[in-house]
């Protein structure tokens, strides 16, 4: 068995590959769910789909999960094409969340509704960029590892919205904030339209276009990617690597922190430790596997969230357990995972004799 | 002060020991190249099949367990599900040369998914007419201790208090520590790590040590995942207990700087810091307890920034750490 680097595969043919690989994956979670429900798998899917677009609810809500999944892996795009492994996505979210509820809950009542938005705004950002910007300084000036500087970061994060979660518990006792401002909703993003959702949406979608022109069209993005190449050659070529490094991820973590601000003031209207629900992960996934291509991220993050709802409702139709969800992911991710080796790389099989011809 | 510590460092070692487990595994693994960010995953399925193990035999078995099989089945089952994991990162990573960090996610992923849904469904899947899984027969066997332990007072706490695989940990992790320095199946392991291009030059089988290290690092860590519902949870699982201590063991492998027989020591201090809130006072003022168990990840993050201020060449991770290892590259 040869196997060599392919130089560059037709985009279709490229396509054909990571679909397939997505129908095997499925069937393969097909045959499993049946197994283990003893339902035919065309059932299991049909229960899929109906988990994902039974409703119009159900639309909406599958559409943010869509929406929040995306920017999170948006935000973290420019750090990976940098090379820098931002596995902090999930702290990032958590303290711009936490600055959004805090504006809430302590501004609420003092200033008026437009004003009070735009300093959680403001606020969200800068703590998301915050986080981000602490193992970056190390990152730059003492090549300190930041996959685990950051990874560690999300517990530091948990914990201090853990604390914060005690302090402004209410009611007394509960363990959790609840809705902030249920009655005055002073902070909370306006509805546009028919769902509530819909404002975070179209934010996202905006936020899309312009991660993409970033990357792709300025200055700084070509910078990102030289660094991302090779530091020496962005030295060589006059690149203050440092620099790129620290406002990379400060735009990376304001990103996350915008995710914060979304879920926050746009739907949930409270803070727990588990608002970001595990996205600072998962959107590693989505955001590499999309070769860091912003638009591939759109396809990526829904499919992930498809699955999540497809797989909430066969756990609820048959009173298994959520995490069923996780595991159909897993699968799902290992092939297309697998699968880019194909993309990247010719398999020819020789026989002995070829070999010893030095064919 | 002394009747504290005799209450403290007992609890603080129990913490440890899948700490330790964990840490370990990862240890071994990175010493090939491989940064294996599935652990967490891993001891969650590692966990869950010694549960799923000992489930299926405590039910066949009715009453009376058989001591060396009670032990012996939930632990083959962990082993061999550690070491699916195990093959199934090596061959994404080694073979198809997936980024390692992705698939050490996605492992984690649907390592923690797999846990949680077989814990939680497994009394559905089967019909069983239990409302919890509640192996205490089999944790029985896993935390006897030894006889003479009871008649030591003080001393007999602090050291001989545990169930056996508290032990196998700690000379587990001696034995990783021996291997990787003393041997020559050791050093040829670690120029796998540093350098792949000039150990495949010298005749070492790249492949081979990779997924013999990496799959060994799974079972090794998959034990820590045992460990915690067999020996410190009593036999009962409850989905999403273990936490994020897989986590930590990778922490812990930066903390002791990729010796195994450091990581004794400083998986017991980690376990200490876990547990600390506990005994720290602090009144009526429950938040701030929230703050305290931060500190296992904030005192990682300090050994991470002073170890790579001190830069001592010795101290640095494997030098090919994350990167596949394609030879035609070179």
Redesign the interface.
Known sequence: MH???RKEMPIGQAIAIRLGAIVVALVVCGVLTAC?TGLNPVDVYAAMLKGAFGSPRKIWVLLQEIAILLCVSLALTPAFRMKF?N?GGEGQVLMGGLASAACMLLLGDKLPGPALIAVMFVTSLAAGAVWAFIPAM?KAR????E???T???N??AT??V??????WESPKGSGKIGVINQASHAGWLPQVGPSKYLLNILLVAILTVLVYVYLKYTKQGYEISVVGESVNTARYAGIKVERVILRTLLVSGAICGFAGFLLVGGTDHTITTTIAG?RG??A??VS??AGFNPAVMVFGSFLLAFMDAGAGEISTAF???H?????L???I??FI??C??FV??KVRFESKREVAEGV | MFSFLVSFIPRAVVQSIPLLFGSTGEIVSEKSGNLNLGIPGVMYVGGICGVIGAFFYEHSAGGELNPALGIGIPLLCCLVGSLLMGLLYCFLTVNLRANQNVTGLAMTTFGVGFGNFFGGSLIKLVGAEIPTISLSATSHLYRTKLPFAEGLGWFGQIFFSYGFLAYVAIIIAVAASYMLNHTRAGLQLRAVGEDPATADAAGIGITRYKYLATCSGCMIAGLGGLYYVMDYANGIWANDAFGDRGWLAIALVIFTIWRPNVSIFASILFGGLYILYIFIPTGTDLAVKELYKMLPYVVTIVVLVISSLRNKRENQPPEHLGLPYFREDR
């Open positions: 196997i060599t680097k283990l492994w596995l190390f003492w090549n300190t590892n996959t685990l500087f990874l560690m970061m517990y530091v914990q201090i853990a604390f914060y979660t005690i302090r595990g992960f998962t590693v996934m590499w596997l009173m298994l357990n995490s069923f969800g996780d595991i992911t897993g699968i991710l290992f995972i697998g880019e080796f990247n790389y």
